[in-house]
């Protein structure tokens, strides 16, 4: 079979969602459980998957299997895919020749870190929701109401307070020059990605995440049971913990706590225990080193870091629900500052007009 070199091929519409690779796990596991080959297991999943890019990586993988290959080393060309968590889980069963039970674990990780990531996303979809919407209610009101009033108060020779005289400016500007307004968004927003992508501007935002006094404990709390499910899985898949904290390192998606779990790992390899160097970087929560501690004294690191991480999850979406129950009357006091600013503005000059007899 030739080979499709879909490695490199990476763009927009090449995406499989974590459902579709929850899916796609448990659908393995249950397949090489029940006997089937590896390669007759893919040719089932290219046949039933409703993904395009899906089917491609299957065919892919089957391709790479027909030559010999491994299945960790056939997975690994699709990056986009398959992290390199999902890869060293898949290396370290086919190591023990134990593949299904352990990608029936995998398939259990990785449901509970797609029910987490739902709650917090469906805990941020509301606040976002309220603010594109204020932005479009604005904005119609500078295109097509504003313009309107203007009419009446040029036709009445009326003295516009400075507020009104704002707004009108601004309804103004925004109807000759929109297309400047749009351009310089997206001139914006294009230079504000790259920063953010880039090492400097990604550094700060991942700081940012971690200091900023608003937000700091909800994103601790993420990155921790980040952490601790991640680091359980890998324990429990038996690999060794200074590759452990290795890949963790590259899949925490935080460069600074990527730098000290680098650190730690670069101690560990010198024979210090990990709760040591842990406890002096001042990133982890104290509660975390102890626990880690409490790992190595017992042997029972996996058992100790998976509580964690039930831990870590379950306080993270209490502070969710509470930062959504702080957040609602805050939009509904910053919507009624702003509608009763338009308001003033406008109606002042209206009741200047209507007392001189309009």
């Given at each position: 079979?030739?080979?499709?070199?879909?490695?490199?091929?990476?763009?927009?519409?090449?995406?499989v969602s974590?459902?579709?690779?929850?899916?796609?796990?448990r659908q393995?596991?249950?397949?090489?459980?029940?006997?089937?080959?590896?390669?007759?297991?893919?040719?089932?999943?290219?046949?039933?998957?409703?993904?395009?890019?899906?089917?491609?990586?299957?065919?892919?993988?089957?391709?790479?299997?027909?030559q010999?290959?491994?299945?960790?080393?056939?997975?690994?060309?699709?990056?986009?895919?398959?992290?390199?968590?999902?890869?060293?889980?898949?290396?370290?069963?086919?190591?023990?020749?134990?593949?299904?039970k352990?990608?029936?674990?995998?398939?259990?990780?990785?449901?509970?870190?797609?029910?987490?990531?739902?709650?917090?996303?469906?805990a941020?979809?509301?606040?976002?929701?309220?603010?594109?919407?204020?932005i479009?209610?604005?904005?119609?009101?500078?295109?097509?109401?504003?313009?309107?009033?203007?009419t009446?108060?040029?036709?009445?020779?009326?003295?516009?307070?400075f507020?009104?005289?704002?707004?009108?400016?601004?309804s103004?500007?925004?109807?000759?020059?929109?297309?400047?307004?749009?351009?310089?968004?997206i001139?914006?927003?294009?230079?504000?990605?790259?920063?953010?992508?880039?090492?400097n501007?990604?550094?700060?935002?991942?700081?940012?995440?971690?200091?900023?006094?608003?937000?700091?404990?909800?994103?601790?709390?993420?990155?921790?049971?980040r952490?601790?499910r991640?680091?359980?899985?890998?324990?429990?898949a038996?690999?060794?913990?200074?590759?452990?904290?290795?890949?963790?390192?590259?899949?925490?998606q935080?460069?600074?706590y990527?730098?000290?779990?680098?650190?730690?790992?670069?101690?560990?390899e010198?024979?210090?225990?990990?709760?040591?160097?842990?406890?002096?970087?001042?990133?982890?929560?104290?509660?975390?080193s102890?626990?880690?501690?409490?790992?190595?004294?017992?042997?029972?690191m996996?058992?100790?870091?998976?509580?964690?991480?039930?831990?870590?999850?379950k306080?993270?979406?209490?502070?969710?629900?509470?930062?959504?129950?702080l957040?609602e009357p805050?939009?509904?006091?910053?919507?009624?500052?702003?509608?009763?600013?338009?308001?003033?503005?406008?109606?002042?000059?209206?009741?200047?007009?209507?007392?001189?007899?309009?």
């Open positions: 079979m030739a080979k499709l070199n879909l490695g490199g091929n990476i763009s927009l519409f090449n995406h974590l459902k579709e690779k929850v899916f796609l796990t393995l596991a249950t397949m090489l459980g029940a006997g089937l080959a590896l390669d007759q297991s893919f040719k089932v999943i290219a046949q039933q998957s409703a993904n395009p890019y899906l089917q491609k990586v299957a065919q892919q993988v089957i391709a790479d299997l027909e010999g290959q491994s299945l960790s080393n056939a997975l690994s060309r699709f990056k986009d895919v398959f992290d390199p968590v999902f890869i060293s889980v898949v290396r370290s069963g086919e190591s023990s020749g134990q593949i299904d352990v990608l029936d674990q995998l398939a259990d990780q990785l449901e509970m870190n797609q029910d987490f990531t739902s709650k917090v996303r469906s941020m979809f509301y606040p976002a929701f309220i603010l594109i919407a204020m479009g209610i604005i904005v119609i009101m500078m295109i097509f109401v504003i313009p309107k009033l203007k009446v108060f040029d036709s009445t020779g009326t003295q516009l307070p507020a009104t005289a704002m707004i009108v400016a601004l103004d500007f925004t109807v000759k020059f929109w297309w400047a307004e749009l351009i310089a968004l001139i914006v927003s294009i230079i504000l990605f790259y920063f953010f992508r880039g090492e501007g990604g550094s700060l935002w991942d700081r940012l995440k971690i200091k900023f006094p608003v937000i700091k404990d909800l994103y601790t709390q993420i990155y921790m049971a952490f601790c991640t680091m359980s899985m890998l324990i429990g038996g690999l060794p913990i200074i590759e452990t904290i290795a890949i963790t390192s590259d899949v925490i935080n460069r600074v990527a730098v000290s779990l680098k650190n730690i790992s670069a101690q560990v010198r024979g210090i225990p990990m709760s040591v160097p842990m406890q002096r970087d001042k990133n982890f929560p104290v509660l975390i102890e626990m880690v501690m409490v790992g190595e004294q017992t042997g029972k996996e058992i100790v870091l998976n509580k964690m991480a039930d831990f870590y999850e306080e993270t979406d209490n502070m969710i629900k509470g930062l959504a129950g957040i805050m939009i509904i006091v910053i919507i009624g500052g702003g509608v009763g600013f338009l308001v003033y503005a406008i109606m002042s000059p209206i009741y200047s007009i209507a007392s001189t007899g309009f």
